[in-house]
């Protein structure tokens, strides 16, 4: 089993319990491929570089997982299937040296996750995804009004 790293783009579109839903269902399809999880990373909403079917923010989650190769090929697939996704990417750790960055990373993440403060912002990231979502009814309203 090798190691990987998988950044997803939730669409920004939907609300809190969705976007919940839909990261469970990528870490879903990660186990029921054979991946072990071993840790998670919220990022949360964060404005895109660029546009994306005009989105222009995005929920950004990181998902370190252990698979055997042969599998991530069905898991990028399915990526691509779910219409929840603006973009993913998938990043492979073969070498030692990347060995040894991923276990850092993974420490990391599990540190921020079992932290209070992370529980706190995680509250705080629902509260900002759903007022971005008042925000762009608000302004979906003002522009066919005019």
Not at 29 to 56: C, F, H, P, V
Not at 83 to 95: A, G, H, N, P, S
């Amino acid at each position: 089993m090798r190691n990987y790293e998988n950044l997803v783009i939730v669409k920004p579109t939907l609300t809190a319990e969705e976007i919940q839903a839909s990261i469970n269902a990528i870490e879903e399809i990660i186990t029921s491929n054979g991946g072990e999880i071993a840790a998670r990373d919220t990022m949360g909403m964060r404005k895109l570089a660029y546009q994306i079917g005009k989105n222009e923010r995005g929920y950004f989650h990181v998902v370190y997982y252990s698979v055997a190769p042969s599998a991530i090929s069905e898991i990028e697939r399915r990526f691509r299937i779910n219409e929840d996704l603006l973009r993913f990417v998938t990043i492979k750790y073969d070498t030692n040296r990347e060995v040894a960055a991923w276990n850092q990373l993974v420490l990391k993440a599990n540190k921020k996750a079992s932290s209070p403060a992370a529980e706190a912002k995680t509250e705080t990231v629902e509260a900002e995804a759903e007022t971005v979502e008042v925000e762009e009814v608000e302004e979906v309203a003002e522009e066919s009004a005019e």
